[in-house]
Nanobody, 123 residues
Framework: HVQLVESGGGVVQPGGSLRLSCAASGFTYSINCMGWFRQAPGQEREGVARIYTGGGSTYYADSVKGRFTISQDNAEEMLYLEMTMLGPDDTAVYYC?????????????????WGRGTQVTVS
């Protein structure tokens, strides 16, 4: 089993920046891919960014491309999401997730491990 704990959310003004962190523990050797998802009230969960933990290959949703950066520190078992040029549409609960096989943001159900989320409010 893998435990994920997010931190770093908060309230930020439009145009501001925020960095989210996700601490992983447990059987992290089984993880092949980690990602960030978000869900705003009344909306479906959206995949934001993902990274292959082995090679470091990244992928971003069009809505955040050029503004968000996903990164990892394998030694510290940490995942990060650097968010810049934030706007009201970025307001959501952000979740860290991990999976062992594949790395497709469009198949969130294949991410077997999830954190509890951290709230980001842009206002």
């Amino acid at each position: 089993h893998v435990q994920l704990v997010e931190s770093g959310g908060g309230v930020v003004q439009p145009g501001g920046s925020l960095r989210l962190s996700c601490a992983a523990s447990g059987f992290t050797y089984s993880i092949n891919c980690m990602g960030w998802f978000r869900q705003a009230p009344g909306q479906e969960r959206e995949g934001v960014a993902r990274i292959y933990t082995g090679g470091g290959s990244t992928y971003y949703a069009d809505s955040v491309k050029g503004r968000f950066t996903i990164s990892q520190d394998n030694a510290e078992e940490m995942l990060y999401l650097e968010m810049t040029m934030l706007g009201p549409d970025d307001t959501a609960v952000y979740y860290c997730a991990a999976r062992g096989i594949g790395c497709d943001l469009n198949t969130p159900d294949d991410f077997h491990f999830w954190g509890r989320g951290t709230q980001v409010t842009v206002s």
